[in-house]
């Protein structure tokens, strides 16, 4: 079973910059797994975030984080990231690293695994 956990929240002012990370806990690799990150705000649905295929070819971005995140991955190291810049008030929510056996899918109905989540937020 892939065990995945996130680190990196906290509080930062808007404009600020966060990094967080995933990583997989129970030994397992995830080199053939597409990666994701999503986020839910209180009283609001989850929603995706961003996503990188198995090999970080490929990435995907919801359009409103667009040119202030970027996701990568090192598969040696089991591990996801999430460089978030000229963060907002409006990025703060609870952020969940996914795994899927399937292609880069924004749904969350698409992913396995996920992580417990770490919370971000962005004072104004």
């Known amino acids: 079973q892939v065990q995945l956990v996130e680190s990196g929240g906290g509080l930062v002012q808007a404009g600020g910059s966060l990094r967080l990370s995933c990583a997989e806990a129970?030994?397992?690799?995830?080199?053939?797994?597409?990666m994701g990150w999503f986020r839910q705000a209180p009283g609001k649905v989850r929603e995706f975030v961003a996503g990188?295929?198995?090999?970080?070819?490929?990435?995907s971005y919801a359009d409103s984080v667009k040119a202030r995140f970027t996701i990568s991955r090192d598969n040696a190291q089991k591990m996801v990231y999430l460089q978030m810049n000229s963060l907002k008030p409006e990025d703060t929510a609870v952020y969940y690293c996914?795994?899927?056996?399937?292609?880069?899918?924004?749904?969350?109905?698409?992913?396995?695994?996920w992580g417990q989540g770490t919370q971000v937020t962005v004072s104004s």
């Open positions: 990188i295929s198995w090999n970080g070819l490929s990435t």
């Open positions: 996914a795994a899927s056996g399937r292609p880069i899918a924004t749904s969350d109905r698409m992913y396995d695994y």
């Open positions: 129970s030994g397992r690799t995830i080199s053939y797994l597409a």
